[in-house]
């Protein structure tokens, strides 16, 4: 899934959710997986990679 989102990417830059949701079949909800990203980020102090928030 995340080789697809970077191609995906890479051709052009997505301009909002429903145009990740209808180019990544993979990605049916995209805002629930920032979302979920987010609150790992902020809730789990072993998250190596904060891509969303600072440390």
Do not use: C, G, N, W
């Amino acid at each position: 899934m995340l080789s697809e989102l970077l191609e995906a990417r890479q051709k052009s830059p997505f301009t909002s959710f429903e145009d990740i949701r209808t180019r990544i079949k993979a990605v049916p909800h995209p805002e629930r997986m920032i979302i979920e990203r987010i609150l790992e980020e902020i809730m789990d102090p072993d998250t190596k990679y904060h891509l969303f928030t600072s440390r």
